[in-house]
């Protein structure tokens, strides 16, 4: 009998661990992954030495494989600068050339990389005049940046998780010098924009309808030939909107960048790493995920629904994504019906193509645009 009770307390206490690892991993994932987060942002490396030409930096380990990318920007409270040039090691020091510089950013000055490269507005960053604009969605006001080109093509930018409009600041010199107009935008539950009474990040499921806004925006006001550039999470956006909105046919191309094409299967991925029994757990977890957040995971998987999505796409990963498996995207063009190019990267990581490989993104999404907008495709 006192073996059967001791079998007993420890099958229960066996369950009872097993229930707490379920509710502590879904609450794990729904903060990482859905909550509403306004991150710490911490200054962890050092710049040892800096003059007009180079700058030396003492390295956090977080930082010090941005500061071997070919751009890279260092950011302090005081200013930033954009660096690039030859990597030069020395101890466990690395110094890079200066590019640019803003503020007042000096020796001994704590920071941390910032793949966004620009710290602030397109005036401030890149001399480009730009009007900051109010548009609506159905909860409330949102804001955008306005950079004016000197044509009718317009490229709406759509950034990622828990990020900004800075985000396609890389690529708006191109854009410029494409003469195209761009529209950098805010979506629910940013910074200074409405909360959803959801209160979670969704990956498209509720965002698509502020793209659906913006291009309604931007239609009114004149484009004719419509880009959108989305990434991570702003790929999922756009997908989401080519689904869903009535205003598809306004789109004439999408250009995806290291896009979350099924977060299903990102944290599949990610519970791989994690120590036994999670992933054994993984099914009830999802569960209690979908429970909370309120979702169906199928409506997050864009790659079975890739050849759904009919208008030309841009295509750009890396094999070097620890966010978003590079596989996704393997599988995704494999069945894009009007696929322009898979452009796939070595080195880059995640949504920072552009840092990685300037020339061949650039090149890439300058071909794309203009061949699409000067041939056009037949919309639904």
């Given at each position: 009998m006192?073996?059967?009770?001791?079998?007993?307390?420890?099958?229960?206490?066996?369950?009872?661990?097993l229930?707490?690892?379920?509710?502590?991993?879904?609450?794990?994932?729904?903060?990482?992954?859905?909550?509403i987060?306004r991150?710490?942002?911490?200054y962890?490396?050092?710049?040892?030495y800096?003059?007009?030409?180079?700058?030396?930096?003492?390295?956090?380990?977080?930082?010090?494989r941005n500061?071997?990318?070919?751009?890279i920007?260092?950011?302090?409270?005081?200013?930033?600068i954009?660096?690039?040039g030859?990597?030069?090691?020395?101890?466990?020091q690395?110094?890079r050339?200066?590019?640019?510089?803003?503020?007042?950013?000096?020796?001994?000055?704590r920071?941390?990389?910032?793949?966004?490269?620009?710290?602030?507005?397109?005036k401030?960053?890149?001399?480009?005049?730009f009007?900051?604009?109010?548009f609506?969605s159905?909860l409330?006001?949102?804001?955008a940046?306005?950079?004016?080109?000197?044509?009718?093509t317009?490229?709406?930018?759509?950034?990622?998780?828990?990020?900004?409009?800075?985000?396609?600041?890389?690529?708006?010199?191109?854009?410029?010098s494409?003469?195209?107009?761009?529209?950098?935008?805010?979506?629910?539950?940013?910074v200074?924009?409405?909360?959803?009474?959801?209160?979670?990040?969704?990956?498209?499921?509720?965002?698509w309808?502020?793209?659906?806004?913006?291009?309604?925006h931007?239609?009114?006001?004149?484009?004719k030939?419509?880009?959108?550039?989305?990434?991570?999470?702003?790929?999922?956006?756009?997908?989401?909107?080519?689904?869903?909105?009535?205003?598809d046919?306004?789109?004439?191309?999408?250009?995806?960048e290291?896009?979350?094409?099924?977060?299903?299967?990102?944290i599949?991925?990610?519970?791989?790493?994690?120590p036994?029994?999670?992933?054994?757990?993984?099914?009830?977890?999802?569960?209690?995920v979908?429970?909370?957040?309120?979702l169906?995971?199928s409506?997050?998987?864009?790659?079975?629904?890739?050849?759904?999505?009919?208008?030309?796409?841009?295509?750009?990963?890396?094999?070097n994504?620890?966010?978003?498996?590079?596989?996704?995207?393997?599988q995704f063009?494999c069945?894009?019906?009007?696929?322009?190019?898979?452009?796939?990267l070595?080195?880059?990581?995640?949504a920072a193509?552009w840092?990685?490989a300037?020339?061949?993104?650039?090149?890439?999404?300058?071909?794309?645009?203009?061949?699409?907008?000067?041939?056009?495709?037949i919309?639904?």
């Amino acid at each position: 009998m006192i073996i059967l009770i001791t079998l007993a307390a420890i099958c229960g206490s066996l369950a009872l661990l097993l229930i707490l690892i379920v509710i502590y991993y879904s609450l794990k994932i729904r903060r990482q992954g859905f909550s509403i987060i306004r991150e710490h942002i911490g200054y962890f490396s050092q710049i040892t030495y800096l003059d007009s030409k180079s700058v030396t930096i003492a390295p956090s380990d977080q930082d010090r494989r941005n500061l071997e990318l070919p751009s890279i920007s260092l950011a302090s409270r005081e200013g930033s600068i954009v660096a690039g040039g030859r990597v030069i090691y020395h101890q466990n020091q690395i110094t890079r050339s200066v590019i640019s510089a803003h503020g007042n950013i000096q020796q001994d000055s704590r920071i941390r990389t910032d793949l966004f490269i620009h710290q602030k507005n397109p005036k401030y960053s890149l001399g480009l005049d730009f009007c900051e604009i109010k548009f609506k969605s159905e909860l409330g006001d949102l804001n955008a940046w306005i950079i004016p080109g000197d044509g009718e093509t317009w490229v709406i930018c759509v950034h990622g998780h828990r990020s900004n409009r800075r985000e396609s600041l890389r690529l708006s010199l191109l854009f410029e010098s494409m003469g195209l107009n761009q529209m950098l935008i805010n979506y629910r539950n940013d910074v200074d924009s409405p909360v959803d009474k959801g209160g979670y990040h969704m990956f498209g499921l509720t965002e698509w309808r502020d793209l659906e806004d913006a291009v309604r925006h931007v239609r009114d006001n004149g484009a004719k030939k419509i880009f959108i550039l989305g990434h991570s999470m702003g790929g999922s956006i756009a997908l989401q909107f080519i689904l869903k909105s009535d205003l598809d046919s306004s789109v004439d191309g999408i250009i995806l960048e290291s896009p979350a094409l099924d977060l299903n299967g990102i944290i599949t991925e990610k519970a791989k790493t994690v120590p036994f029994p999670v992933m054994a757990l993984l099914p009830p977890i999802k569960n209690m995920v979908s429970k909370l957040v309120k979702l169906d995971w199928s409506e997050l998987d864009y790659i079975s629904k890739a050849s759904q999505i009919e208008l030309p796409v841009l295509l750009i990963h890396s094999t070097n994504d620890q966010t978003v498996p590079v596989t996704q995207s393997d599988q995704f063009a494999c069945h894009i019906p009007n696929l322009y190019e898979y452009l796939k990267l070595e080195g880059a990581p995640h949504a920072a193509a552009w840092n990685f490989a300037q020339d061949k993104v650039e090149l890439s999404i300058k071909t794309f645009i203009n061949h699409v907008a000067s041939e056009g495709y037949i919309k639904k």
